[in-house]
């Protein structure tokens, strides 16, 4: 089983960017789907884009081309790129695979005047 640590999160203003990173304990090139999800206060987990083995992506209609999922196989890295944020984002933000396993940590997303 990988092991997924997320970072990138913190506090932006609406309409910023971040870019959120998903470090794996070993190779995740033959990892099927991958994923990042999220979690609001009082809400439930859901996804917020996919990616598989061969870099085909889907995205949760929430995005509205405003996220990108890129998975780098040689860095054993995954990446959320978020532009024009909204405060309806705010969220902790988690990666996993899909259907995901263990849950890690996350790592918090505020979008805030």
């Known amino acids: 089983q990988v092991h997924l640590v997320e970072s990138g999160g913190g506090l932006v203003q609406p309409g910023g960017s971040l870019r959120l990173s998903c470090a794996a304990s070993r190779s995740i090139s033959s990892i099927n789907i991958m994923g990042w999800y999220r979690q609001a206060l009082g809400k439930q987990r859901e996804v917020v884009a996919v990616i598989t083995s061969g870099g085909t992506s889907n995205y949760a209609d929430f995005t509205k081309g405003r996220f990108t999922i890129v998975k780098d196989n040689a860095e054993n890295t995954m990446y959320l790129q978020m532009n024009s944020l909204k405060p309806e984002d705010t969220a902790v933000y988690y990666c996993?695979?899909?259907?995901?396993?263990?849950w890690g940590q996350g790592t918090q997303v505020t979008v805030s005047s």
């Open positions: 996993n695979e899909f259907p995901p396993n263990v």
